[in-house]
């Protein structure tokens, strides 16, 4: 098995930051690209920012230059560094990896989602 459990997520007020970690652990034989999702209420579920296995990073236009996505493949660990945030980041945010199993199975996992609320 295979699991993803986030953290650091909660309320902040509106120009805050929070940094959120996903870690991943089990049956791992290895970890290519990682990303963060979110989805609102009422919303479907929308890329923030993905990282691919040599760091090359992605993210959503309406979190560039503000959210950063970083990983520690020592520790299979993807970050989100979240700044300056708006009531409209308020979301559940979702860590995912694409991992590949010592037996030789590749899936895309998800974490479970934590909760990012901005106040205004």
């Known amino acids: 098995q295979v699991q993803l459990v986030e953290s650091g997520g909660g309320l902040v007020q509106a120009g805050g930051s929070l940094r959120l970690s996903c870690a991943t652990s089990g049956n791992i034989f290895s970890i290519n690209d990682m990303g963060w999702h979110r989805q609102a209420p009422g919303k479907q579920r929308e890329l923030v920012a993905a990282?691919?296995?040599?760091?090359?990073?992605d993210y959503a236009d309406s979190v560039k230059g503000r959210f950063t996505i970083s990983r520690d493949n020592a520790k299979n660990t993807v970050y989100l560094q979240m700044n300056s945030l708006k009531p409209e980041d308020t979301a559940v945010y979702y860590c995912?990896?694409?991992?590949?199993?010592?037996?030789?199975?590749?899936?895309?996992?998800w974490g479970q989602g934590t909760q990012v609320t901005v106040s205004s």
């Open positions: 995912n990896a694409l991992i590949g199993t010592r037996t030789g199975v590749i899936l895309r996992y």
């Open positions: 990282i691919t296995k040599t760091s090359s990073t």
